[in-house]
């Protein structure tokens, strides 16, 4: 079935840091991807999507791109903030069965002054 | 505020009672999901509907749970003979083709 991965946090950078944080999946077909996320006490909120191979989403600063050769969806930040902490999910949604979505398990981003 | 809402918020009950939850999604998506994550993990898919209909259940939802969409609008999720292992934070989404919308969750734990 449907599977993303995520590496593993926390992942606590400096203020105005490089962030890269990795997700791959195994879907079949072409699924759509997403990045979504939870900050402390909130629900969760769509941050950037990618619908095929070599589309580049984007939002606040953040960016992810559909890498099919590789299975991955990376999510990158040139320049951090300390509002920035929060917990990150990569997800997909595979072709047919209603979208549904499939998450990873989730990754603590801390951000420090 | 038209975002996805949900109630209640926080739910305390013994084992072996019965709760529901609802859910209002986002009043033009005819897609409501309902999720469950537990501490540390992604959220896991439960079932979903288009409009009324109940278009797929999880494996994960035992015949304990049920859950309705009965005019195509709001949404109840129903946990009968609760039990500890049901604790978790219960989410509901909305949405369209390609983009679904969560609301806050209601946390349930179960003592």
């Known amino acids: 079935g449907d599977s993303v991965t995520q590496m593993e946090g926390p992942v606590t950078l400096s203020e105005e840091a490089f962030l890269t944080i990795n997700c791959t999946y195994t879907a079949t077909g072409y699924p759509s991807l997403f990045w979504y996320v939870q900050y402390p006490g909130e629900g969760l909120q769509l941050l950037l999507k990618?619908?095929?191979?070599?589309d580049k989403g984007s939002n606040k600063g953040f960016e992810a791109t559909y890498r099919k050769e590789t299975t991955s969806f990376h999510l990158e930040k040139g320049s951090v903030q300390v509002s920035d902490s929060a917990v990150y999910f990569c997800a997909l949604s595979g072709p047919g069965g209603g979208n549904k979505l499939t998450f990873g398990t989730g990754t603590q981003l801390k951000v420090e002054l | 505020d038209t975002g996805v809402s949900q109630n209640p918020r926080h739910k305390i009950t013994k084992r072996g009672q019965n709760v529901t939850f609802r859910c209002d999604p986002i009043?033009?998506?005819?897609?409501l999901y309902w999720y469950r994550q537990t501490l540390g993990q992604g959220p896991e898919f439960l079932t979903y509907f288009q409009n009324e209909a109940q278009l797929e259940k999880s494996r994960l939802l035992s015949d304990r749970f049920s859950a309705e969409r009965p005019k195509g609008s709001f949404s109840t999720l129903e946990i009968q003979r609760t039990e500890q292992g049901d604790s978790a934070m219960y989410l509901c989404?909305?949405?369209?083709?390609?983009?679904?919308?969560f609301g806050p969750g209601t946390r349930l734990t179960v003592l």
């Open positions: 990618a619908t095929k191979a070599d």
């Open positions: 989404a909305s949405g369209t083709y390609n983009e679904q919308f």
């Open positions: 009043s033009e998506h005819n897609r």
